[in-house]
């Protein structure tokens, strides 16, 4: 029985009823995808006999997708593991075809069962032009298990909390790592150990344990690294004004958006300030994300905290941390983190502003130590940068004293 192809899509988009289906259906609706996109012929391909997985294998690598990695990396994806392991001939030649492009190379790797594992591995040292093999931590540490493996990997991570030191140089053992990848930005081992080694240092002394049975005990954590941030970290602003003039080499303009100006040159651009904020949150097991937008191609974040999202823009409020004056631009909702617009990022929605009384003790709490000789010092600094203004030195101790006991600063 011949099916039409209005109901043969009925298949899928109701891909379970295929295992319903007898074997000459199966054949139908199999042939049909192989017509169709490559999403919905793995969708399909799960679904069908591990006998008709490799009698439709030699049929697929005739058809003109079998020079498509991004076909050939799905379709060994969706194939069961028990026919990789039945035509591991056939699926050595699928990971060359896929070794062109090397983005697809890691999913193939994943989801390769440990038996074949090591033919791949073996074929894949024998490539040539195979060059900065992307991979997570964790599957580099499955290859040195396996072999020593001289082809230059790429170490590709979400962000540091996925790397140490201590397991980056393991890795090295055995392995040449080229590069650590993070988002868009490459990074040398021996950089990417400098910027690893400034997130221990700027998280040093923070108790993790503290507060454990608050309720807003991330909280607590978020608004010490922040403070901490904030006085580590400055704005490039002769950098903006090169770039405006056309007088930034690419060098400068990339290392002021990515963790070596965060973390090393401690001075960078918003995106160098977003990225870093992202990275070091990561370390202390709290889910930051970045957001872009704005005409003027702004970077700020996005950060969970206590199950709840709030919007932050430390890069608005670096003055005002460092100045101990009320942030402006920290754990605010959606509705009130304004002259901000998210373009080409998925946002996470934030429905709760934190008040600016209960902001600062998360703050300044727990850093913000007063002593009379804090405050003498706060008085003296103010009268050199504005002799004569006594008024405003006056005001400039009311604020310390207020934000050390959580209140409202006078303006």
């Not at 140490?164 to 393991?170: A, H, R, V």
């Not at 932050?312 to 617009?341: A, C, M, V, Y």
């Amino acid at each position: 029985m011949n099916l039409s192809k209005d109901k043969i899509k009925h298949f899928f988009n109701n891909p379970n009823l295929i295992m319903l289906a007898d074997e000459e259906l199966q054949r139908q609706i199999l042939e049909a995808a192989l017509d169709e996109d490559i999403s919905i012929l793995e969708c399909i391909w799960k679904r069908i006999p591990e006998e008709l997985q490799t009698e439709y294998l030699v049929i697929i690598t005739t058809l003109p997708q079998y020079d498509d990695p991004f076909f050939m990396s799905s379709l060994w994806c969706a194939t069961r593991r028990q026919v990789q392991e039945a035509n591991p001939e056939l699926f050595l030649e699928i990971v060359s075809q896929i070794s062109e492009d090397n983005d697809y190379l890691e999913t193939v790797m994943e989801n390769t069962s440990e038996s074949l594992l090591e033919s791949v591995i073996f074929s894949l040292l024998q490539m040539q032009n195979l060059q900065n093999l992307p991979l997570s931590p964790s599957l580099a540490k499955k290859i040195i298990d396996i072999t020593n493996c001289e082809i230059p990997i790429v170490l590709t991570i979400q962000d540091a909390s996925e790397l140490s030191i201590s397991q980056l140089e393991y890795l090295e053992t055995s392995l040449k790592i080229s590069s650590v990848k993070i988002e868009n930005s490459i990074y040398d081992p021996n950089i990417y150990k400098i910027c690893r080694a400034k997130i221990s240092e700027i998280l040093e002394a923070i108790d993790l344990q503290a507060n454990q049975g608050n309720p807003n005990r991330e909280k607590y954590i978020f608004g010490e690294v922040i403070n901490r941030l904030a006085n580590y970290l400055c704005y490039n602003y002769e950098l903006e004004e090169k770039e405006k003039k056309g007088e930034a080499n690419n060098t400068e303009i990339e290392n002021a958006r990515n963790l070596i100006g965060g973390l090393i040159n401690k001075s960078c651009v918003c995106v160098g300030i977003a990225e870093t904020v992202r990275n070091v949150l990561a370390c202390i097991g709290i889910e930051c994300i970045n957001i872009g937008g704005n005409k003027d191609v702004h970077m700020w974040n996005q950060v969970k905290l206590d199950g709840e999202w709030f919007n932050i823009d430390l890069t608005w409020d670096l003055k005002r941390i460092i100045n101990l004056e009320p942030p402006q631009h920290l754990l605010k909702s959606d509705n009130d983190f304004r002259g901000h617009t998210a373009a080409f990022y998925e946002t996470k929605e934030c429905n709760r502003t934190i008040p600016i009384s209960e902001l600062i003790q998360y703050i300044f709490n727990r850093q913000f130590q007063i002593s009379p000789e804090h405050i003498a010092n706060l008085g003296k600094n103010f009268c050199i940068q504005q002799p004569g203004n006594l008024q405003q030195g006056v005001l400039k101790v009311q604020n310390a004293l207020s934000m050390y006991k959580g209140e409202v600063p006078e303006k």
